[in-house]
């Protein structure tokens, strides 16, 4: 029996604990979480926000009750102040100031990321949020719901910006968004992509400021009433920061080896540089089967998949990650958004001679009503022919196909592969000359 102590309760640590309680239960499990509350579904957010769900209870997907029930024991809103790794120690401060250690025969470190902070005059003032915690959705929340508050301006138009941008809109508010890339969601997809999503977000109502930078936040009275950009100064009586995250190392920076972007640095069984030591979720590194190497992908799902892996591992039964492809998806005003592997970016800035073939058409045959068009696009090399990516978009529900491309990056499937692949016909779903078909056959 071991004594196995995670730091961290969320996506990563939960997926963790669930497999060593319920796979091992002679095993002793402690875990440690700073916050009141865990397992909270950040992505569901935005759903709240725009009121989209009736209440944001169901949000929480477990509760500290669930993991006692199986023997493990829990401290929340405990701080770990620091860990000494040579003599297998947890230095932690309770909420009421008590101070104690936990021993730990392993530890596995899942820790999460933090929001980064944009580096501008003004995000102390009140009324300027970051939408990373629950508790951070509730002050958001509360700030829509004031009738002074008509003008909010987003900072970010990645997935989380996007979708507050939307959940803010549905609020009755006048919202900008605001980044100093071209175009919206610019890392997952390419601008035959994204310029549909801007179309949509402005169709809405949302302005958008791309290619605009920034400078200041103002505010009186202690309270942010306008932004300051390179080009121009906007009324905002709410900010929201969603410029990205990054790993939260603060404990094992100095001790654990790092990857660039200072998540800690782990092999395929979750393990770091430190023995017994593991490291999940947002805070570590992962496998791109895409880019064939160890990369930096902040995603729940990858979450949940090494948070298994270190469970096992931790427990005593050898289990290797299989690499994941950065599956993800987004779903504004009814216009869906799926993709996988890398965008044309991502593929040359990695060194790839890249191509890609594409193809537009409606999801299902003409005469049936309920229909919409789709667009694909498949990223190959164009040397070896394997598949890097996909991206696909349609008012339709076509988010299932972006799994088999997952599959297809996971199993280094070729181009070539896809162009007879057996994909069933039937009108209520699709064509009988497949979107995806026609793409393949239609590649050089």
């Not at 004594?3 to 640590?13: D, E, P, R, S, T």
């Not at 190497?293 to 892996?309: D, P």
């Amino acid at each position: 029996m071991s004594k196995i102590v995670l730091i961290g309760a969320n996506h990563a640590g939960i997926a963790a604990a669930n497999t060593i309680l319920d796979s091992y239960p002679d095993n002793e499990v402690v875990i440690i979480d700073r916050n009141s509350n865990l397992s909270y579904l950040g992505c569901g957010t935005a759903l709240w926000v725009g009121r989209q769900i009736d209440s944001y209870e169901h949000l929480f997907y477990t509760n500290k009750d669930s993991f006692e029930s199986k023997g493990a024991r829990i401290m929340m809103e405990t701080t770990v102040d620091s860990i000494d790794f040579d003599k297998k120690i947890v230095y932690t401060t309770h909420k009421d100031g008590e101070q104690s250690k936990e021993s730990y025969d392993k530890l596995i470190l899942a820790t999460g990321s933090v929001p980064i902070a944009p580096n501008i005059k003004g995000t102390d003032l009140k009324n300027v949020q970051f939408v990373k915690l629950f508790q951070d959705s509730q002050v958001a929340d509360t700030a829509l719901c004031n009738d002074t508050v008509t003008n909010v301006a987003v900072i970010g138009a990645g997935y989380i910006g996007v979708e507050m941008a939307e959940a803010i809109k549905r609020r009755g508010k006048n919202v900008r968004l605001f980044d100093a890339a071209d175009t919206s969601l610019s890392t997952y997809y390419d601008p035959w992509f994204t310029n549909d999503m801007d179309k949509v977000l402005t169709d809405n109502g949302i302005q958008t400021h791309y290619g605009e930078k920034v400078q200041s936040l103002n505010g009186e009275d202690g309270k942010v009433t306008s932004l300051t950009t390179d080009k121009g100064t906007y009324d905002a009586d709410l900010v929201v920061l969603a410029v990205g995250f990054a790993p939260n190392n603060s404990l094992g920076k100095d001790s654990i080896e790092t990857f660039e972007n200072g998540a800690y640095l782990v092999n395929l069984q979750q393990e770091t540089s430190i023995p017994d030591v593991y490291a999940v979720g947002d805070c570590a590194t992962i496998y791109s089967n895409a880019l064939e190497e160890t990369t930096y992908i902040a995603l729940a799902t990858n979450a949940v998949r090494s948070g298994i892996v270190a469970g096992h591992n931790a427990s005593g039964t050898p289990l290797e990650s299989i690499g994941v492809q950065g599956s993800n998806g987004i779903s504004i005003f009814g216009y869906n958004m799926v993709s996988t592997g890398l965008n044309l970016a991502a593929a040359k800035k990695a060194g790839f001679d890249v191509k890609y073939t594409e193809f537009e058409d409606l999801q299902k045959p003409g005469f049936i009503a309920d229909n919409g068009k789709v667009k694909i696009r498949i990223i190959y090399d164009a040397k070896s022919r394997r598949v890097l990516g996909a991206q696909m978009a349609s008012t339709q529900d076509i988010s299932m196909g972006i799994h088999m491309f997952s599959l297809a990056i996971e199993e280094k499937v070729t181009i070539d592969k896809l162009k007879l692949l057996d994909i069933f016909f039937l009108p209520h779903f699709n064509q009988p000359y497949n979107y995806i078909t026609m793409a393949a056959l239609s590649a050089e």
